[in-house]
């Protein structure tokens, strides 16, 4: 028998750090020092992943069937380690849209309540 197709909004909602990865995917194919560093970027420094817990959320993400593997390669001109790169399924695609769309509500719900106003 094969298996239940997944609904996205199981995973809601998103632990933030896998929320990131998958953001920092969102432009393309990427390697794991890469996404560390744009994740750091893109939260002012709020997340700043080590090496492990990094790895760690990413083989969870491709366990899950959000990310896959994209490519290895080496680094420029052979020199140095070769860099795994991983990028989104489309599955981790709808998941990532349930949890923005989710997000979204919060926020609208938000602004009517007067919590927050503009687009701020």
């Known amino acids: 028998?094969?298996?239940?197709?997944?609904?996205?909004?199981?995973?809601?909602?998103?632990?933030?750090f896998w929320l990131?990865?998958?953001?920092?995917?969102g432009d393309g194919p990427s390697h794991g020092y890469a996404i560390g560093k744009?994740?750091?970027?893109?939260?002012?420094?709020?997340?700043s992943p080590t090496t492990g817990t990094l790895?760690?959320?990413?083989?969870?993400l491709h366990e899950e069937g959000l990310i896959r593997e994209a490519a290895v390669s080496s680094s420029d001109e052979g020199k140095g380690p070769r860099r795994q790169?991983?990028?989104?399924?489309?599955?981790?695609?709808?998941?990532f849209r349930a949890?923005?769309?989710?997000l979204q509500a919060v926020l609208t719900a938000?602004?009517?309540n007067k919590l927050v106003t503009g687009r701020s």
């Open 85 to 95: 790169y991983f990028k989104l399924t489309p599955f981790g695609r709808r998941v």
């Open 38 to 47: 744009m994740m750091r970027e893109r939260s002012d420094g709020r997340l």
């Open 110 to 112: 938000a602004r009517r």
């Open 99 to 102: 949890e923005a769309s989710r």
């Open 1 to 16: 028998m094969p298996d239940k197709p997944r609904d996205p909004s199981d995973y809601l909602p998103l632990p933030d």
């Open 55 to 60: 790895y760690h959320g990413l083989r969870r």
């Open 20 to 25: 990131h990865i998958l953001l920092v995917l």
